[in-house]
C-alpha cells in the first residue's frame, strides 16, 4: 500500500498504519451482515447528468505565477528528477 | 438585527466605515489569537485596502453588496488568490495559489473583507483541529479543549469574535460539529448548492462549503451569497437560489419533525432514550411514538458498533428539550428510524478515505508546494509524501488505497457505496413522512486536548453527521443550551435535498427558544466592540 | 508467415480530437506553443480545480462511434491512479468499464469485417523531456522537464477485437479508420505527429483454430510500415518461440526502427490502477434525440464515397486514392455541379497529390474542368491552373488562420472562390482561336512534306511530328487533341 501510495514508511511506520486499517475493516465486516444484493452503489449524491461546457477557449493561468510556485523550473518548465522506468 | 447583518446594514446605510469595523476585529484577533490560534494567517493589510474600497464605493453611492464590510475568516483550504493556502499541512506550506474559489470571488462581490486563513485539522481530516502541522486551534469556551473539526478555526474565529461570519468545509461534519462544540450557527447546505471550485479537494463526493455565523439570520444570509450554480463545478446544482433571509420567520406551525431514533440514544448510565425523553419532558406533556417507520427493515440495535456506546445523557436532553420547543411552537414531533445511518461511519470511513487517497495523490513534489529531493522521482515522490503529510493523513491515504485495490475494491469501497444508496432510500423514506430531521450534532460536548487520540474514538465524533454526508442532504447545527461543565450543545437539523428554507425556519425556531449559553472566556472583548446591539 | 499459423491482431489507436479546448478545461488545445502557455489549473491539477466536460470531445466521439456502427451508451468517468510527473493529478480521467461507443465494426475495403470492442474518451498527459541522457533517452538523464501544454488533450481510443489477420489488412484498417476521422473532421490523425497512435495485440495461433493464446502489445508503431513490420516480426518471434517448445510471456514491448521488437523493462511497481468513479463529474447519458442530431450531422462516410465515386466510372484504385486525400467531396460536388466524371477523377488521381487540394472548391474544380473539355483550355494548362487554385487556397486559410477549422471552414469558402478562368487568364493562357491554330497546323504541313505523305497513307502515329512542331510553336500551349483533329480534317479534305 505504502508503495501504490508513493509514502516512504519505516516497518514501525507500516505496522502503525496497519493497526489503524485493522481496526477500521473490522468495523467493515458489519457491512457483511447487510444484504445489499438489490442496492446499486450510489457515487453521486445528487442526481446530475449531462453537464458540458462548450468548446470555447478562456485565458490560461500566467505561467510565471505558476512556476514562482514550483519547488524547481526552468525553461518555462516545472523540473524534476531523473524518470526512470515508466507510469505507475 | 446583530452581528454579519447589522454590520452590513450599518455600513450600507454610512452608520458606520468598513475600515473601523475592520478595526475592530482586528485589534481582537491581535489581543487573543495568540490564544485561540484560531488564524494561520491574518491577511490584515489587504483587509484594509478591501474595507477602504468599501468604504469609498460607499462614499460614492454605489452600494458594496449585502455583505458590506463584513470581516469574514476563510479556512485555510479555500483557494485565495496570492494568499497562502496551506490546508494546515506541511505539504502547502506557504503555496499561494493563482486563483480564487468561486465562494472567495462571491463573499468579495457581496462586499465581505477576508480577514484571514484558518486553521483547520490537515486536509480537513479530522475533528478536533489537533491534526493541524501548525499546532491545534482552541476552544475560546475553554482553552483546555478542541473546538471541534475538522473547520475548527473558523468556528473558534466566530465564537471568539474574531469575524462575525467566516466559511468552513464539511466532508463527515467539519462544519456542523465544531459549530455544536463552540456554541454557533454551522450549516452544511445540500451537495452542489455551493461550488466546490477552489476548494482543496478531500472527499469529493462529500464536501461541501458552509457557512459559521453566531445566528441564523447571518448563516442564512452567507447561505444565500456562497449559493448558486458555478459552471466551473460540474456538480453545481443549476437551481436558483431562494431568499433564505425569508425563511427565518415563517413558523413551525404544521410541520412534521422527526427525530431520528438512531441518534437518540443517551449511553449506558442515561439507559435507552425513549425511557429518557418521557422522563425528562413532562412540561410538554409529549411522549414520543417511535413512529414505526423502518423503511430498510433492519433492527437497528443491530450490531451497529459505532452506535453502541450511545452518546452524553445531556446531548440528548437538549435534543429533546429541542423537540419539546418545536412541538410548542406547533410542529408535530414523531420518532423515525432511519436504519441506514447505523452503517454510515462504516461506508463513509471507506469512501472520504478511497477518495482522499486519489485526491492527495497530486502532492507530489513537482508542481507546488513541499520537496524532499531524491535520486529520481519515484524516490522524490516517496520523501516529500513522506514528510509532508502527517500521521493522520497518511493513515487515511493508506486506508483509501487499500480499500480502492485490486481485490478488494467490491468488498469495501463497492459495498460501502451500496451503504451510500441505502441511507439514501431511508431518508427518502424518512422524508416522505417528515419535513426536517432532528438528532444531537456532536455525541458529546468540547473535549480535552488528546482525549481522543485513539482515530476510532474520534471517528465516532461524526456519527450524527456523517449520514447526511452519504444522502447529500443539507444539515445544520443551532446551539440548544448546553451540557457537561456548562459547555455548548448544538442540534441538528437535516432536511431533504435542497431544503434549506426549511431547514432554516426550524432552525431559528429553535434559537427563539434555546436557553442561553454561558458567554465563551473572549465573550466580554466580543461584546464591546459593538457587532452585537 | 509459416505454414500452420495464422497471425492474430486486435489493434488500440488513440486519436487525438479535433477540439479547440481540452477535455476538461478551457485551455487551448493546441501544440507547438511556449511550454506551459496552453494551461489552467485544471490542466496544472492544482489544488481546488474541477473538471467540466467539453461537449465538442463528447459528440466527436459519439460521431467516430456511430460511423464504426457502435452502440452509443451512458458513460461514466473513472480514475486511473497511477503516479508520472506529467500527470498533473497522477491520476488519468478515462472511461472505464462504461465506454461511451461499444460493439460496432469497420469493413476494410476489399477486406473482411473488423469488430469494434469500444471506444472511449481520455485525457492525454503532458510531455516529460529527459535532461543530459543520450538523445533524450530516460538513461543516463540528470533530470527532465515537464510541459503540461498537452496534458488534458482529448484523446479517443478505439479498441478493435482481434479480428483482423494479417499485417497487410492491419494496415488496411487503420487507413481506413484514418479517412473515416478525416472524413468526419475529427481528427488530423497523423501517425508520424502523434495524433494518431496505434498500439498492437500481436499472438499466432494453429492456422483454422479459434484459441487466443498469449499476446505481446507492441508500442512506437509512428508509421503503417512500421505496423506492418512489427506484426509480422512479433508473429515470427512467436512462432519461433512455440517452434522451440517456449512461449511468449504476456507483455508490452517496444518497435524500434532497427527492425524489432524490445522488451520494456518491467515494472517496479505491479500495475493496480485502483479505478474507481470520478466524482467531480457526472454521468453522461446521450439520449435518442442527441444521438439522432449527431448522426444528422455527419458528413458522407468514405465507404459511400468510394461507392458513388465508382458510379462516377472510377476504378477501386483510384476511388481508394481520392478518399484517401480527403477529395471525395470535391470530386463528387465537381461531378455534381456538371463536370465531365471521367476527367475530374483524372485529374484528383494525377494532379491533385497537393496540399490544400481538399480545400477546392467543387464548382471551381467543375469550371477548370469544362473549360478543359470545350477545349479553352489544353491538359497541361488546366493542371498548372489548378495547382494554382490549391497555392492559393492554401495561402487564402494560412492568412485566416483563425477559421482554418477544416474542409467546413466558413473563410475557406471565399478562399475557394477563385475562378479558374482568371487564373487561366493571369497566366496568359488565352485559349487560342480555331483559326490562329489551324495556321500553325497548316505551316507545319508545309515544314514537314514527307511526313505529311505518310500521315495520308494511313501512318497515324506520325501525328506526333505535326503535334510536337506546333507544341513547339506555342511553348506547349496547344491542344494537342484539336491538333490531331484538323490533321485529320485536312487529310480528309
Redesign the interface.
Known amino acids: 500500500m505504502a508503495r501504490l501510495a508513493r509514502i516512504e514508511l519505516t516497518a514501525d511506520e507500516i505496522e502503525h498504519y496497519t493497526g489503524h486499517l485493522g481496526r477500521v475493516l473490522e468495523h467493515a465486516r458489519e457491512l457483511d451482515d447487510l444484504d445489499l444484493a438489490d442496492v446499486p452503489p450510489l457515487a453521486h449524491p445528487y442526481p446530475l447528468r449531462n453537464v458540458f461546457r462548450d468548446d470555447v477557449a478562456g485565458s490560461p493561468v500566467d505561467r510565471d505565477e505558476v512556476l514562482s510556485q514550483a519547488p524547481a523550473a526552468s525553461d518555462g518548465q516545472f523540473e524534476v528528477p531523473p524518470v526512470l522506468g515508466d507510469p505507475s | 438585527m446583530k452581528g454579519a447583518s447589522l454590520i452590513a446594514h450599518d455600513v450600507r446605510t454610512g452608520a458606520r466605515r468598513a475600515t473601523d469595523v475592520l478595526q475592530d476585529f482586528l485589534s481582537r484577533v491581535e489581543a487573543h489569537d495568540g490564544d485561540v490560534h484560531a488564524f494561520n494567517t491574518v491577511t490584515a493589510e489587504q483587509a484594509r485596502a478591501a474595507a477602504a474600497a468599501i468604504d469609498a464605493a460607499v462614499d460614492e453611492g454605489r452600494d458594496p453588496g449585502l455583505l458590506a464590510g463584513v470581516p469574514v475568516a476563510f479556512k485555510d483550504n ?2 485565495t488568490r496570492g494568499v497562502a ?1 496551506t ?1 494546515s499541512s506541511r505539504m ?1 506550506e506557504g ?5 480564487d ?1 468561486t465562494v472567495v470571488q462571491a463573499m468579495t462581490a457581496a462586499g465581505a473583507v477576508m480577514i484571514g486563513k484558518t486553521n483547520l485539522d490537515e486536509f480537513a481530516m479530522g475533528s478536533s483541529t489537533e491534526h493541524s502541522a501548525f499546532g491545534p486551534t482552541r476552544n475560546p469556551y475553554d482553552l483546555t479543549r478542541v473546538p471541534g473539526g475538522s473547520s475548527g478555526g473558523s468556528a473558534a474565529a466566530v465564537a471568539a469574535g474574531f469575524a462575525p461570519l467566516a466559511l468552513g468545509s464539511d466532508t463527515g461534519g467539519s462544519i456542523r460539529q465544531p459549530a455544536s462544540l463552540c456554541g454557533i450557527v454551522g450549516i452544511k447546505p ?3 448548492r455551493v461550488s ?6 478531500f ?4 464536501d461541501q462549503i458552509g457557512p459559521f455565523a453566531t445566528d441564523v439570520a447571518d448563516a442564512a444570509l452567507a447561505l444565500g451569497v456562497i449559493s448558486g450554480h458555478d ?5 453545481s ?1 443549476p437551481a436558483a437560489v431562494p431568499d433564505y433571509t425569508s425563511a427565518l420567520d415563517r413558523g413551525v406551525e404544521g410541520l412534521r419533525v422527526g427525530i431520528v431514533s438512531e441518534l437518540a440514544v443517551a449511553s449506558a448510565e442515561g439507559q435507552a432514550a425513549r425511557a429518557r425523553s418521557g422522563g425528562c419532558h413532562p412540561a410538554a406533556g409529549t411522549s414520543w411514538g417511535d413512529g414505526g417507520n423502518t423503511p430498510s427493515g ?1 433492527d437497528i440495535s ?5 452506535l453502541r456506546d450511545g452518546f452524553d445523557p445531556e446531548v440528548v436532553e437538549r435534543l429533546y428539550g429541542a423537540a419539546d420547543a418545536l412541538a410548542a411552537a406547533g410542529a408535530t414531533v414523531d420518532h423515525v428510524s432511519v436504519p441506514a445511518v447505523a ?1 454510515g ?3 463513509y ?2 469512501i472520504a478515505p ?2 482522499a ?2 485526491n492527495l ?2 502532492y ?8 524532499v ?11 516529500t ?2 514528510a509532508g ?1 502527517g500521521d493522520e493523513v ?2 487515511r ?3 483509501g ?2 480499500a ?3 481485490g478488494y ?1 467490491d ?12 441511507t ?2 431511508d431518508f427518502d423514506a424518512a422524508y416522505a413522512d417528515f419535513d426536517v430531521l432532528l438528532s444531537p450534532t456532536s455525541p458529546c460536548v468540547a473535549f480535552r486536548f488528546g482525549e481522543r487520540a485513539d ?2 474514538t474520534m471517528y465516532r465524533c461524526d456519527t450524527c453527521t456523517i449520514p447526511s ?5 443539507p444539515a445544520m447545527s443551532v446551539p440548544f443550551g448546553t451540557g457537561a461543565e456548562g459547555l455548548p450543545v448544538g442540534v441538528q437539523v437535516m432536511a431533504p ?1 435542497l431544503g434549506e428554507e426549511t431547514m432554516l425556519t426550524v432552525a431559528a425556531a429553535l434559537e427563539r427558544a434555546a436557553p442561553p449559553l454561558s458567554k465563551p472566556l473572549l465573550a466580554g472583548v466580543a461584546g464591546s466592540t459593538g457587532a452585537q446591539t | 508467415m509459416a505454414a500452420g499459423w495464422e497471425t492474430v491482431v486486435g489493434l488500440e489507436v488513440h486519436v487525438e480530437l479535433a477540439t479547440d479546448t481540452k477535455l476538461f478545461s478551457a485551455a487551448p488545445s493546441r501544440f507547438g506553443d511556449e511550454p506551459n502557455t496552453n494551461v489552467t489549473p485544471v490542466c496544472l491539477g492544482l489544488p481546488g480545480s474541477l473538471p467540466v466536460l467539453n461537449r465538442r470531445a463528447v459528440e466527436l466521439a459519439m460521431a467516430v462511434g456511430l460511423a464504426l456502427n457502435c452502440d452509443i451508451r451512458p458513460s461514466v468517468f473513472h480514475r486511473k491512479n497511477y503516479f508520472y510527473p506529467d500527470m498533473p493529478k497522477d491520476y488519468q480521467v478515462s472511461q472505464y468499464d462504461q465506454p461511451i461507443c461499444s460493439d460496432g465494426w469497420l469493413d476494410v475495403p476489399g477486406g473482411s469485417r473488423i469488430g469494434i470492442e469500444r471506444a472511449h474518451l481520455e485525457e492525454d498527459a503532458g510531455k516529460t523531456t529527459h535532461l543530459g541522457g543520450a538523445d533524450g533517452r530516460i538513461h543516463g538523464a540528470v533530470g527532465a522537464l515537464v510541459d503540461y501544454n498537452r496534458a488534458g488533450t482529448p484523446l479517443l481510443e478505439i479498441v478493435s477485437r482481434p479480428d483482423i489477420d494479417s499485417a497487410a489488412e492491419a494496415s488496411a484498417y487503420v487507413e481506413e479508420l484514418r479517412a473515416i476521422l478525416l472524413a468526419l473532421g475529427a481528427s488530423d490523425a497523423r501517425l508520424e505527429e502523434g495524433s494518431m497512435r496505434v498500439d498492437a495485440n500481436i499472438s499466432v495461433r494453429p492456422a483454422g483454430s479459434d484459441e487466443l493464446r498469449t499476446r505481446c502489445e507492441v508500442k512506437n508503431l509512428n508509421s503503417l510500415r512500421s505496423l506492418r513490420n512489427a506484426i509480422d516480426y512479433e508473429a515470427q518471434r512467436h512462432i519461433e518461440l512455440y517452434a522451440a517448445g517456449e512461449a511468449p510471456v504476456q507483455e508490452t514491448r517496444h518497435w524500434s526502427e532497427d527492425g524489432r521488437t524490445h522488451s520494456l523493462r518491467s515494472k517496479e511497481e505491479a500495475d493496480d490502477y485502483r479505478y474507481f468513479p470520478e466524482p467531480d463529474l457526472v454521468p453522461l447519458v446521450p439520449d435518442d434525440e442527441w444521438i439522432a442530431q449527431v448522426r444528422a450531422a455527419m458528413p458522407e462516410l468514405p465507404a459511400s464515397q468510394r461507392a458513388r465515386l465508382h458510379e462516377c466510372g472510377a476504378g477501386a484504385e483510384d476511388a481508394q486514392v481520392i478518399v484517401g486525400r480527403g477529395l471525395a467531396p470535391v470530386v463528387l460536388g465537381a461531378v455534381a455541379a456538371g463536370a465531365d466524371a471521367r476527367r475530374t477523377v483524372t485529374h484528383a488521381v494525377q494532379n491533385l497529390a497537393l496540399d490544400g487540394a481538399e480545400l477546392l472548391d467543387p464548382d471551381g474544380l467543375a469550371s477548370l474542368v469544362h473549360l478543359e473539355t470545350s477545349g479553352q483550355l489544353t491538359a497541361t494548362q488546366a493542371k498548372t491552373v489548378l495547382v494554382e487554385m490549391c497555392a492559393r487556397a492554401v495561402a487564402a486559410v494560412r492568412a485566416a488562420p483563425a477559421e482554418a477549422d477544416g474542409p467546413s471552414g466558413s473563410a475557406s469558402a471565399g478562399a475557394r472562390a477563385f475562378d479558374p478562368a482568371a487564373i487561366a487568364a493571369e497566366l496568359g493562357f488565352e485559349a487560342m482561336a480555331d483559326d490562329e491554330l489551324e495556321a500553325l497546323v497548316d505551316q507545319a504541313i508545309a515544314d514537314n512534306p514527307e511526313a505529311w505523305a505518310k500521315f495520308c497513307a494511313g501512318e497515324a502515329k506520325v501525328a506526333g511530328v505535326f503535334v510536337g512542331a506546333v507544341m513547339k510553336a506555342t511553348r506547349g500551349q496547344a491542344d494537342g487533341q484539336a491538333v490531331t483533329q484538323i490533321l485529320v480534317q485536312r487529310r480528309n479534305a
Open positions: 479555500l483557494c493556502t490546508c502547502l503555496w499561494q495559489p493563482p486563483y474559489a445540500t451537495y452542489g466546490r471550485y477552489g476548494l482543496v479537494a472527499a469529493s463526493s462529500f459552471p466551473a463545478d460540474s456538480t446544482i433492519y443491530a450490531e451497529a458498533a459505532w452503517y461511519l462504516t461506508a470511513y471507506l478511497a477518495e487517497s486519489s495523490a497530486r507530489d513534489g513537482t508542481r507546488y508546494g513541499l520537496r529531493e531524491g535520486a529520481d522521482v519515484t524516490e522524490m515522490n516517496r520523501l509524501r513522506r503529510f497518511k493513515a491515504i493508506m486506508l488505497t487499500f480502492l485495490s485490486a475494491y468488498a469495501y469501497y463497492g459495498k460501502a457505496q451500496r451503504v451510500r444508496m441505502l439514501r432510500r482515530p476510532m454526508n452519504l444522502s447529500g442532504d435535498a
